[in-house]
């Protein structure tokens, strides 16, 4: 499970003011090498527009692959499910993650 908030900065960043996320995960590990996951996630978008911001539930499938004691590797498919100012789509995803 993880909760955050990310912040924009800089002239670019238009009328984004931010991004508060959730997301729950469950999954098994299969063999030592191989953990599919599924998980669910929500995204709630802050801007300055008078339309305001958006809301987004995805779910995403896919593996960790840990390697090490300190690295794992994730990759998926996450699919926006429903929303309000969405538009529906399809996503991969492959993260590389080092603990300190």
């Known amino acids: ?10 002239a670019q960043r238009g009328e984004e003011r931010g991004a508060l996320f959730g ?33 987004v539930l995805a779910v995403t499938g896919g593996f960790v692959v840990p390697f090490g004691e300190e690295r794992l590797i994730s990759v998926g498919m996450q699919y926006a499910t429903w929303g309000r100012r969405l538009e529906q789509s399809a996503s991969g995803i492959a993260i590389l993650k080092w603990t300190l």
């Open 23 to 55: 997301n729950v995960a469950g999954g098994w590990q299969v063999l030592s090498w191989l953990q599919p996951e599924l998980e669910l996630n929500y995204e709630h978008t802050y801007t300055t527009s008078s339309a305001g911001g958006s809301d």
């Open 1 to 10: 499970m993880e909760v955050g908030y990310s912040l924009p900065f800089g």
